[in-house]
């Protein structure tokens, strides 16, 4: 969601801007900018679309050193290109990710100072704020005017600047969104994340919140308040990938097949950070908060903690929980889960229970990420990079690291591995041929998942699989609840996929898809190998067999054949399955 770069530098400002843009891509945008000193004028450049049309209009062959750029992911105003970043005014020229939240009181401020506003944004508002402070303080220093800015913004940013007379340094603010300064030799880099210039240098300073940054050719500072304070340079080593398709067609369909080789490697990893764990015996709660994907893993947590150890387990969205009376006090552990270690509504929750005095432990796969440093404790998932928007490794790892602490403290002590021979078992479901399923479910407008206790969870994220890259409407139901309403909506050829990995309510769902099954749909069911006797045939359509597992890999399993499913129908689709309409990875606002 929005990426920033910036470049200083003695290489030509440009194919950098572009190259960093392009790694940000999967955080998702929808237009895209850059501006940049060519002979002591800002030139800007600004397109609806992909980077690709952005590049179009560039013209290469203008020199520059100085500059920076922008993936915009819309929140006030349309996609258009007067809407896109960077913003100019008077002599200030910015680049800006997370939401302005005063910036309706603070526009009718400025337009009574007679600033006129062109776009729908809050970041022209912004821009216009900080023309407005240092052009009626002549004699303040431009970090003095930034901090006079940050003054008055709310709300959250990570801002870069430009300015008409400083053509030598770029300005960097940041609150609650993320933002990093990579030193190279003689230059430096600006960016959302390590991602986008991690080829160039591993040396990086973390932006804290209220910080302010100023970068030259050949130095950087770094204030607070408008005091010069001391900085860490943090050197990544392998922790970050760049990553690469391979010979995948697709990002999503190269991180599916990288489940199964990651397994090994979760196992070593996960037992090295053990040690550095709370000891989750002494709290009486423990509270998962999440959002999308890593919520579903946290459902599957609930379940794998509540029905193997003693303790009682509440997930909760993260965007809700701040609103909610969470009984957070010395006593309670908030586990945050989080791909990318930036998620705005889960971060503000950590920092709310911190505030509490609750104790917090991120499953993080992002090193070094905001969550992962806020934290009182960490666990790496160790996916590695997930450029899919829609997540699949990352929600694997999650699920593992949630059953490993299961395991950990489960209430009968047998030692179990039951990971071992999950690698084999997840290719034996890569090899299933889907193309009769996706067939039938690619032309539909309504998809149905249906399960009962773990598996309607897992339905949950098979179901958001679908609508995050098919753009078909999906919805996943308890099985027991189809005849409390949704039972109403199965026509003649209506799409019920069905999950049934538990003996115990076998029967029951059996039953749920007769009832369907009788009144028209179309039914893929989705059943452990042996878990019953026999099925009735003409209770589904399609069958896919889940080789036999046990509660911990079944979860990962099962979510297999769904992520397959709705990767094969986006597919036959034709849409951007990596980069879905609307959507992005990281979603740094709330
Ligand atoms: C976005 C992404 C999802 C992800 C969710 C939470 O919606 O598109 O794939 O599950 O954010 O992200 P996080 O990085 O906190 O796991």
Same mark, same amino acid.
């Given at each position: ?180 300064? &990579? ?110 994907? %890593?919520?579903?893993? &946290? ?48 971060? %503000? ?12 432990? &991120? ?8 969550? %992962? ?88 994220? &098979? ?15 308890? %099985? ?111």
């Amino acid at each position: 969601m929005c990426g920033i770069v910036g470049y200083i530098g003695k290489r030509q400002v440009l194919p950098i801007l572009i190259k960093g843009l392009k790694r940000l891509e999967y955080r998702g945008y929808d237009s895209a900018g850059v501006a940049f000193f060519h002979q002591e004028e800002i030139k800007l450049q600004k397109s609806v679309g992909r980077i690709q049309e952005l590049e179009k209009k560039l013209d290469y062959s203008l020199s520059s050193h100085i500059g920076i750029g922008h993936t915009r992911w819309a929140t006030h105003g349309k996609v258009t290109i007067m809407n896109s970043h960077p913003h100019q005014i008077g002599k200030i020229t910015i680049v800006h990710n997370g939401i302005i939240e005063n910036y309706l009181t603070l526009k009718k401020e400025l337009e009574s100072k007679g600033y006129l506003f062109q776009t729908e944004t809050d970041t022209e508002v912004a821009c216009a704020l900080i023309d407005w402070i240092k052009k009626n303080n002549s004699s303040l220093k431009m970090v003095d005017v930034l901090n006079e800015a940050m003054k008055k913004l709310k709300g959250s940013y990570a801002i870069v600047v430009m300015v008409q007379d400083e053509q030598d340094k770029l300005y960097v603010m940041k609150k609650e969104s993320p933002l990093v300064i &990579g030193i190279g030799k003689e230059e430096y880099f600006v960016a959302s994340d390590f991602s986008a210039y991690l080829d160039d240098t591993k040396d990086y300073i973390i932006l804290e919140d209220n910080e302010i940054g100023v970068t030259s050719m050949d130095n950087v500072s770094i204030y607070q308040n408008g005091i010069l304070k001391d900085y860490v340079v943090k050197t990544l080593n392998e922790e970050v990938e760049i990553a690469t398709k391979g010979e995948q067609e697709h990002y999503m369909m190269k991180e599916i097949k990288e489940q199964s080789q990651l397994i090994q490697k979760w196992n070593t990893l996960y037992f090295d950070q053990k040690e550095k764990l709370p000891d989750i015996t002494s709290y009486q709660r423990i509270h998962i908060v999440a959002c999308g994907t %890593a919520y579903h893993a &946290g459902l599957i947590g609930k379940y794998l903690l509540e029905k193997n150890t003693d303790f009682e387990v509440n997930v909760y969205v993260a965007s809700e929980y701040r609103y909610q009376k969470n009984f957070l006090d010395k006593n309670t552990l908030v586990i945050a889960i989080s791909q990318s270690g930036e998620t705005a509504d889960t971060l %503000a929750c950590v920092k709310m229970a911190k505030e509490k005095g609750a104790t917090t432990l &991120g499953i993080i796969n992002v090193y070094n990420s905001s969550i %992962a440093r806020v934290v009182d404790f960490v666990i790496y998932t160790h996916a590695g990079c997930e450029v899919a928007v829609a997540s699949t490794k990352a929600y694997t790892s999650q699920v593992y690291v949630l059953g490993l602490l299961a395991l950990e403290y489960q209430s009968k002590k047998e030692k179990k591995n039951t990971y071992q021979e999950l690698p084999v078992k997840i290719n034996k479901l890569m090899e299933y041929d889907y193309s009769t399923i996706v067939k039938h479910l690619y032309q539909k407008k309504d998809i149905f998942y249906l399960g009962r206790n773990i598996d309607y969870v897992s339905m949950l994220e &098979g179901s958001l699989k679908l609508k995050e890259i098919t753009y078909i409407h999906s919805e996943s139901f308890p %099985a027991g609840e189809l005849k409390h309403g949704p039972i109403s909506l199965i026509e003649e050829d209506t799409p019920v996929i069905a999950l049934i990995t538990h003996e115990e309510t076998a029967a029951k769902t059996i039953s749920n898809i007769k009832e369907v099954k009788a009144r028209g749909a179309y039914v893929v069911l989705i059943i452990e190998d042996g878990i019953v006797d026999s099925i009735d045939k003409n209770c589904y359509d399609e069958v896919i067999y889940l080789p036999k597992t046990d509660e911990y890999t079944c979860p990962i399993l099962s979510i297999i054949p769904l992520q397959l499913i709705a990767y094969y129908t986006a597919k036959k689709k034709n849409l951007d399955i990596d980069k879905p309409r609307n959507l992005a990875k990281s979603v740094t606002v709330e």
